[in-house]
Every structure is written in structure tokens, then in C-alpha cells.
């Protein structure tokens, strides 16, 4: 069975520092996508990103980053020099290749000003 | 282009009710998807529909269900409300090419159900 673990329920960072939110998965498919999602108060899910199982190249997208690691069954989200903008509920999810995800229990991230 | 779109986006209920929720996907997305989010469960998966056919299903009980239009847009019923039942319930559309889907799931705001 699918599972994601978010270990960190809550983070609290002042702003401008580096912070780091860790998934780990786990599945025994070897075709799956691994994804990043931002709920802000209103609600809706915001999509960060998506990675399939065959692309462990790291990405950066502006102050974000995510490293994606299946030999430790990790895809780590990091957001540098942090701003308020950043504080929300941010959750990682497993697809196993069909629509329909396996949610972490999400990581409540508050940026102090 | 216009996201995913949920009506109503908040509505009370009192226990025993039905209640019923649409969901338009983004346009050209095929596959619509459905979520429950409470503090103490978390996200959920509730149920798929592609074609107007459910293709996947959670472990929820019969008294949620779900359907879609062959415009794609769906809509979920849950009869003979629960106070557990209280919850916001996320819809998904996803881009499906050749019945295979690209990896593309996008969320809408939700709808915040209440059950007094």
C-alpha cells in the first residue's frame, strides 16, 4: 500500500530563512508521481509540482526547490530566503499512476516578520 | 483559462439532510476526482470519473456518491447526513491524452460543508 509521511507538523521560520519540509514515500510501483501542493486559508489546493518516478533530476523554481532522492524514498521541498507570502498548509502527495493521491498529513509552515 | 470551479462554496446542513455538490473541471479535462479534508482524517480520497464512469473508489460508505455529465462536469451526494460528515470537499480535473493520464491534477477552492 501507498503511504506519505510528513514528519514535521509545524514549522515556524523567521523571514528570509532557509526552511526545508520533508516527504517521505512509500509504494512498491516503480512508475509513480510524487507531488507538492500549497493550501492557503482560503482552501484551495495550489499545485507546486509534479515529479514521475523515471526523473530524479532536482528542480528550481524561483525560491523553491525540491530534491527527489528514491533512494531514500524522499522528495524534500525547500523554500529559500522565506517571505509571509509562504505561510500555509503545504502537503506532499503519491499517485501510483492513476488520479488518485495518497496524502501526507501536511506541514503548517508560518513565516514570522 | 478558467481553473476548476465548486458550487456552493459553503452551505449548512442539519443532520439527516442530502446534500450536493458540483464540480466544473478545467476545460479540455476529462477526469474529475473527489477529496473530503477534516482536521482529524486528513485528505481523502473519495471517488473518479472519467467518460461518466467511476473509475476509482475509496473507502467510503454508500451514502456518498458521485456521477458526471458528458461535459465532464461532476457532481457528489451525500444522503442522510453525519455530523462527521462536516468537511471541505475538494474536486480535481486532470488531462487525460489517448485514456492515459498526463500527471496533470489540478484542485478547486472547495466546498466547505457544515452539518449541525
Known amino acids: 500500500a501507498q503511504k506519505v509521511t510528513q514528519a514535521q507538523t509545524e514549522i515556524s521560520v523567521v523571514e528570509k530563512e532557509d526552511v526545508t519540509l520533508d516527504c517521505v514515500y512509500e509504494?512498491?510501483?516503480?512508475?509513480?508521481?510524487l507531488f507538492w501542493y500549497k493550501q492557503p486559508p482560503s482552501g484551495e489546493l495550489v499545485f507546486l509540482i509534479r515529479?514521475?518516478?523515471?526523473?530524479?533530476q532536482n528542480e528550481i523554481s524561483g525560491r523553491y526547490s525540491w530534491n527527489f532522492q528514491k533512494s531514500t524514498s524522499s522528495f524534500n521541498f525547500t523554500i529559500t530566503a522565506s517571505q509571509v507570502v509562504d505561510s500555509a498548509v503545504y502537503f506532499c502527495?503519491?499517485?501510483?499512476?492513476?488520479?488518485?493521491?495518497?496524502f501526507g498529513t501536511g506541514t503548517r509552515l508560518t513565516i514570522i516578520p | 483559462k478558467a481553473g476548476v470551479t465548486q458550487t456552493p462554496r459553503y452551505l449548512i446542513k442539519t443532520r439527516g439532510q442530502q446534500v450536493t455538490l458540483s464540480c466544473s473541471p478545467i476545460?479540455?479535462?476529462?477526469?474529475v476526482s473527489w477529496y473530503q479534508q477534516t482536521p482529524g482524517q486528513g485528505l481523502q480520497f473519495l471517488f473518479e470519473?472519467?467518460?461518466?464512469?467511476?473509475?476509482n473508489k475509496g473507502n467510503f460508505p454508500g451514502r456518498f456518491s458521485g456521477r458526471q455529465f458528458s461535459n465532464s462536469r461532476s457532481e457528489m451526494n451525500v444522503s442522510t447526513l453525519e455530523l462527521g460528515d462536516s468537511a471541505l470537499y475538494l474536486c480535481?480535473?486532470?488531462?487525460?491524452?489517448?485514456?492515459?493520464?498526463?500527471?496533470?491534477?489540478?484542485f478547486g477552492e472547495g466546498s466547505r460543508l457544515t452539518v449541525l
Open positions: 502527495a503519491l499517485s501510483e499512476g492513476v488520479e488518485r493521491l495518497t
Open positions: 470519473y472519467f467518460s461518466e464512469t467511476q473509475r
Open positions: 509504494t512498491r510501483d516503480t512508475t509513480y508521481y
Open positions: 480535481a480535473s486532470s488531462l487525460t491524452l489517448a485514456g492515459v493520464w498526463t500527471g496533470e491534477l489540478f
Open positions: 476545460s479540455g479535462h476529462r477526469s
Open positions: 515529479r514521475n518516478s523515471f526523473d530524479e
